[in-house]
């Protein structure tokens, strides 16, 4: 394993799945870990990209070189490509990123207020989170580091020191565009499920 980067990246509004945001996910580990996916829009995702790689190519430059990977850890680096890496499934023109982290998220509301409600599969969230490039003598890769969550509303559903910003009014996006892309959004994902599937994912409770 290996440092992670510091640079904090922030999704579009997207579409909550199988999230543990206050008790972590213990199935196939003991210790728990934090996790949720947001589903968004191909275009979104390809708006970030740029991004993404930029901050990994950073990070082999100055903090690879002191990590002390042996030959064949830096060839398996070397040959990450950061979208096939971040993107754990594409249907109907939607990408679907997972996060995680042993550390639960800071969470905060629509209009930045610290947030301890539920979240379920479907409602509609932003999240905050780094990358974490790593490499083992047998295998290397890049995960999302989940490091806060920002609860938008149920279902179809100012900047704080985390980077997020009121949902709404003035802050970049009117409410009614907000509701447009994600109700298209919705539209897309519910085409891509199979027939009977249109009950919630597995709810959260936070405390």
Same mark, same amino acid.
């Given at each position: ?8 990246f ?48 950073t ?25 096939e ?8 023109? +939607?990408?679907?990123?997972? %996060? ?10 629509? +209009? +930045? ?15 905050? %989170? ?20 920002? %609860?938008?509303?149920?279902g179809?559903?100012?900047k ?26 919705f ?9 009977? +599937? ?8 936070? %405390?």
């Open positions: 394993m290996s440092k992670p980067s510091t640079k904090r922030y999704t579009p509004i997207g579409i909550a799945q199988y999230a543990y945001l206050s008790k972590p996910d213990t199935k196939y580990n003991e210790e728990g870990v934090y996790r949720v996916q947001v589903i968004i829009t191909e275009i979104e995702f390809q708006a970030m990209l740029s991004d993404l790689e930029q901050q990994f190519e990070w082999m430059a100055e903090e690879a070189p002191t990590l002390k990977f042996t030959a064949k850890q830096e060839k398996l680096l070397k040959a990450i490509k950061i979208e890496a971040v993107v754990k499934t594409r249907e109907n023109g +939607t990408v679907t990123l997972s %996060f995680k982290s042993k550390y639960a998220p800071k969470m905060v509301g629509p +209009t +930045t207020d610290p947030y301890d409600g539920d979240v379920w599969g479907g409602d509609k969230i932003r999240v905050a %989170f780094t990358l974490n490039p790593y490499s083992t003598p047998l295998v290397a890769g890049v995960a999302l580091y989940l490091q806060a969550v920002q %609860f938008v509303e149920k179809l559903r100012t704080t020191e985390d980077g997020f910003s009121v949902v709404g009014g003035d802050a970049g996006e009117s409410s009614h565009d907000s509701d447009h892309r994600v109700r298209a959004l539209d897309l994902v519910r085409e891509a499920l199979p027939v009977g +599937t249109g009950r919630r994912t597995r709810a959260v409770h936070l %405390f």
